[in-house]
């Protein structure tokens, strides 16, 4: 399996039982360090208790004699001992005792007879009045294998047991991380469904009750969604600039038909080659601004790119009073801060200038368009207002969308492209920034243009 074939189960499941066999290991050595400590203590208590037995049977006579008396006391056979007086007289012995140093009341290892033995030695007196006191030395050993056969039967079997529950978590542990996992699969059978035709995506229930699951299930709804709505904007682009160009180049075409129907003048050729050139002006200028609307959309931005967007304000303000004048209206700035802004002096003279011009075309004759500009919190807020009759407010965000008009006219002195706004905005969000339309409180609209400052000097 290669690594794109990787499987987040496998891969748990394999954690989860690596970490279980760890824990057995662990726990199985633990077994034995006790089982080893507790049969040792055990072995170290017998062999005491038969070292002091052997001791109890030490007696003494009224002439001073001592004898061992092993009547009715159960000594091992394997057992080693010897007992002697202060004398070093050998009272009573059994098997080879090896020859080693002797230390009271402690417990010793020592091979003997080809085996391994633990020696315990014990130490006391024996007296008829205060006067006799014979000091009895008993050196008993007992064979310790039986000890380490203890505790590996203790840990044999403990390990099978743990292997044995081992086994039935792991069959657990898979059956359920596959039931787990499910709500993902189920999740991404959900997502699989999405198709250019069918954007409607429901998660699974399981998926939202997993608290874990519950916001990939939301961010996966609305990532879906704002992909439909992305989509249904390309194809509404497509369909409105089919139609536009459709409709410019019918017009284009009928013109120069009715050239072509009958001998006319010299001026009538002149008016009606010159009503034609007028109308593929039209046409470029739509396909101009829809490639400019295409390269703000997919091309991102230069984060260098820095302009004084109030000096372009300045400027384009400057460029449409001569537009103004003859549309019998008043333009005029007031408070332009210094700010520059991440824009490039081509897009941010576009913006201006469309924003600007939409105002211009939207203002009755005699009346006003009012630049204005403010910076605070590092952003700066330009506002565009105009004496027209204002906006719908149920067209305030139809307004941005490409070939959306407000005035349905399309003819060649009122209809624009209906690609301005949709520009401005491209130009604004490519920069961070927003642009809304609303309607001014005396009398109509006001664009407002908030975009992050570069560097400001107030």
Not at 4 to 13: G, P, Q, V, Y
Request: hydrophobic share 40%.
């Amino acid at each position: 399996m290669n690594l794109m074939d990787a499987s987040i189960t496998n891969r748990l499941i394999a954690a989860v039982l690596a970490l279980e066999l760890l824990a057995g290991f662990a726990l199985i050595l633990a077994v034995a360090t006790h089982e080893r400590h507790s049969q040792n203590l055990t072995f170290d208590a017998n062999l005491r208790s038969g070292a002091n037995m052997l001791l109890g049977a030490v007696q003494e006579d009224e002439d001073d004699n001592v004898r061992l008396d092993l009547h009715d006391q159960p000594i091992p056979r394997n057992s080693i001992y010897r007992v002697t007086d202060e004398n070093g007289r050998i009272i009573g012995a059994s098997g080879s005792l090896p020859a080693f140093s002797f230390h009271a009341s402690t417990i010793q290892h020592i091979d003997a007879t080809g085996k391994s033995f633990r020696f315990y030695t014990a130490v006391g007196h024996r007296g008829l009045g205060e006067a006799l006191r014979n000091q009895i030395t008993v050196v008993y050993g007992l064979p310790d294998g039986h000890v380490w056969h203890e505790v590996l039967e203790a840990t044999r079997f403990f390990a099978i047991s743990t292997a044995g529950l081992l086994g039935l978590t792991a069959l657990l542990i898979i059956t359920l991380t596959r039931r787990v996992m499910e709500p993902i699969r189920a999740l991404a059978a959900s997502a699989d469904q999405i198709n250019t035709r069918e954007w409607r995506f429901s998660p699974p229930t399981a998926a939202k009750r997993f608290v874990e699951l519950r916001p990939l299930a939301l961010t996966i709804e609305k990532t879906i969604a704002r992909l439909h709505r992305s989509f249904e904007q390309q194809r509404r682009f497509t369909s409105d600039a089919a139609h536009e160009l459709k409709t410019d180049v019918a017009i284009v075409k009928s013109s120069l038909q009715l050239l072509e129907m009958k001998e006319r003048s010299i001026p009538e050729y002149q008016r009606g080659i010159s009503l034609a050139l007028d109308d593929l002006n039209r046409l470029e200028r739509t396909i101009q601004k829809m490639l400019t609307l295409a390269r703000l959309e997919q091309t991102p931005s230069t984060t260098s790119d820095t302009c004084r967007i109030d000096e372009v304000l300045r400027s384009v303000v400057e460029q449409s009073k001569t537009l103004a004048d003859l549309s019998g209206l008043r333009i005029s700035t007031s408070s332009l801060h210094h700010a520059e802004v991440p824009l490039n002096p081509q897009d941010a003279a576009l913006l201006c200038s469309n924003v600007i011009m939409n105002a211009l075309q939207h203002s009755p004759q005699h009346g006003y368009v009012n630049v204005s500009s403010i910076v605070a919190e590092q952003r700066v807020t330009i506002s565009v207002s105009d004496s027209g009759n204002g906006v719908d407010e149920e067209e305030a965000e139809l307004l941005f969308q490409p070939f959306y008009r407000s005035d349905p006219s399309r003819n060649r002195n009122t209809g624009g492209t209906g690609l301005g706004l949709a520009i401005s905005k491209a130009i604004c969000e490519r920069a961070g920034g927003t642009i809304v339309i609303s309607n001014n409180e005396v009398c109509g609209a006001i664009v407002v243009i908030t975009l992050p400052v570069s560097a400001t000097t107030t």
